[in-house]
């Protein structure tokens, strides 16, 4: 269950990199 929450924190991350960074 986790890996699937931390897959959903990835993809979103990656959808919005400027602004993780």
Excluded at 4 to 14: C, F, Q
Aim: proline share 5%; hydrophobic share 45%.
């Amino acid at each position: 269950m986790k890996a699937l929450i931390y897959e959903t924190l990835v993809s979103l991350a990656n959808q919005d990199p400027e602004q993780h960074a």
